[in-house]
């Protein structure tokens, strides 16, 4: 279970996909939709994927965290597509034979989705505006 | 048939500058720092933003020398959440 959906994330179904007899430790980390970035308030965000690298570049990170940890389920989806507040935008869940090595594994997972997958979030605020997120932006209210 | 242009997709908020989701550009081989400028004299919307984008070909990044051939799938890939870097 890697790779993007345009459907809505089930985590039972993401947990369930890494659950095993042999493993003691299972991290399940949700990303959702915030209605307040600073004061800024959102409606609901649009994420846009360039699909075959993204996917690609998320099976580069699996087996980054398959050397690193001894990970024997590793669930890894990314939404696409309009999505509300609360709406789960990424989901990530890892199990291994013992605890520690699935919460390291699942931070790192994440924080390496942020940093390396192309896909890129769109933010509709309650007048109606809606900017792409790209950082390094200055702050509003500096240009 | 040989392929004689190469195709560039474009995303975010490149891809509404441009106001299109693909250019073709053709010609033949080029490095990256080449397409950046065969872009912007394309689509002149990009010019304030293209040097903060990154650019992929055949989904792998490349750098300003990097060959590109016709045929070449690249993309432009505005900076996401956590940085390129």
């Given at each position: ?30 990303g959702t939709v915030r209605d307040l970035t600073g ?105 | ?85």
């Amino acid at each position: 279970m890697i790779g993007l959906t345009s459907e809505a994330i089930d985590p039972a179904a993401v947990l369930a996909a890494v659950r095993r007899p042999d493993c003691g430790g299972v991290v399940l980390f949700l990303g959702t939709v915030r209605d307040l970035t600073g004061d800024q308030r959102t409606v609901a965000l649009d994420y846009e994927a360039y699909g075959g690298m993204a996917e690609k570049v998320m099976g580069l990170i699996e087996a980054e965290l398959r050397e690193r940890w001894p990970v024997r389920g590793l669930a890894m989806l990314h939404r696409v597509g309009h999505l509300d507040i609360g709406d789960v935008a990424v989901a990530i869940a890892v199990s291994t034979p013992h605890r520690s090595e699935a919460f390291a594994a699942c931070h790192h997972a994440i924080d390496r989705v942020k940093e390396l997958v192309p896909i890129w979030k769109r933010e509709n605020r309650p007048d109606g505006e809606a900017t792409w997120v790209h950082p390094h932006d200055p702050p509003p209210g500096l240009l | 048939m040989e392929p004689r242009t190469i195709r560039v997709r474009l995303f975010a908020r490149a891809r509404e500058l441009a106001q299109r989701g693909e250019v073709e550009l053709p010609g033949g081989p080029m490095d990256v720092a080449t397409l950046r400028r065969r872009l912007i004299a394309e689509a002149p919307g990009l010019a304030s933003f293209l040097d903060r984008c990154a650019v992929a070909v055949n989904e792998d990044l490349a750098g300003a020398a990097s060959m590109i051939r016709p045929g070449d799938e690249v993309a432009i890939l505005p900076p996401v959440s956590g940085g390129w870097a």
